[in-house]
């Protein structure tokens, strides 16, 4: 168990709807990081939140956006889905210590979502 | 940019066999590398990762990899392939700096055979 939550594991939605997915990090972890994984691109980095504010931006679509809240919990809102949004959604924290880029980053079990 | 790539989607190895799982990367800063393994529906653990201040390096469940500047490679070795060891594994590298994020190679399936 790696300390990172995620909600729902599955999800079954229609083409042209919104879901959002949430993440709670381990505690004391202040990044959250968001990954998506499909057969055909692999894991990718999507984007990544460092207490509240947005760090960096990945492949991430203009239909995609996340926050990360003063709990630092984050939440990655999908919305106008398409079929090839089906894929394993992966959030990932780690403490991240300034100057420190081997931080260990701790996965969640993700949630498979299924665009039908 | 940086970027991995991992020499073969797919390895077969015996039970009891050496696993030897390749992994190259490019980038520009010095890196930090990580192997990552995820079994059937669980998220990605991680088995070991570079900080410069090994070349070679330990991790759990025997295995070990060693990074190699000169062939920007961190090939992942086991002397004796377990049951258990059937996984996928993934390579990544990371820039440091205030670029924390992973990017992942496209791993490779490990089968071992009884």
């Known amino acids: 168990d790696s300390g990172v939550t995620q909600t729902p594991k599955h999800l079954i939605t229609a083409t042209g709807q919104r879901v959002t997915l949430r993440c709670s990090p381990r505690s004391g972890d202040l990044s959250v990081y968001w990954y998506q994984q499909s057969l055909d691109q692999g894991l990718q980095f999507l984007i990544q939140y460092y207490n509240g504010e947005e760090r960096a931006k990945g492949n991430i679509l203009e239909r995609f956006s996340a926050q990360q809240f003063p709990d630092l919990h984050s939440e990655l809102n999908l919305s106008s889905l398409e079929l090839g949004d089906s894929a394993l959604y992966f959030c990932?924290?780690?403490?991240?210590?300034?100057?420190?880029?081997?931080?260990?980053?701790?996965f969640g079990p993700g949630t498979r979502l299924t665009v039908l | 940019a940086q970027s991995v790539t991992q020499l073969g989607s797919h390895v077969s190895v015996s039970e009891g066999a050496l696993v030897l799982l390749r992994c190259n990367y490019s980038?520009?800063?010095?890196?930090?590398l990580f192997w990552y393994v995820q079994y059937p529906n669980q998220g990605l653990q991680l088995l070991l990762k570079y900080t410069s201040a090994a070349t070679l390096v330990k991790g759990i469940n025997g295995f070990e990899a060693e990074f190699k500047k000169s062939e920007t490679s961190f090939h992942l070795t086991k002397p004796s392939a377990h049951m258990s060891d059937a996984a996928e594994y993934f390579c990544?590298?990371?820039?440091?700096?205030?670029?924390?994020?992973?990017?992942f190679g496209k791993g490779t399936l490990l089968t071992v055979n009884p």
């Open positions: 990932a924290s780690s403490v991240e210590l300034a100057g420190w880029g081997d931080n260990e980053q701790f």
């Open positions: 980038s520009s800063v010095p890196p930090y």
């Open positions: 990544a590298v990371s820039g440091g700096g205030s670029n924390y994020k992973l990017t």
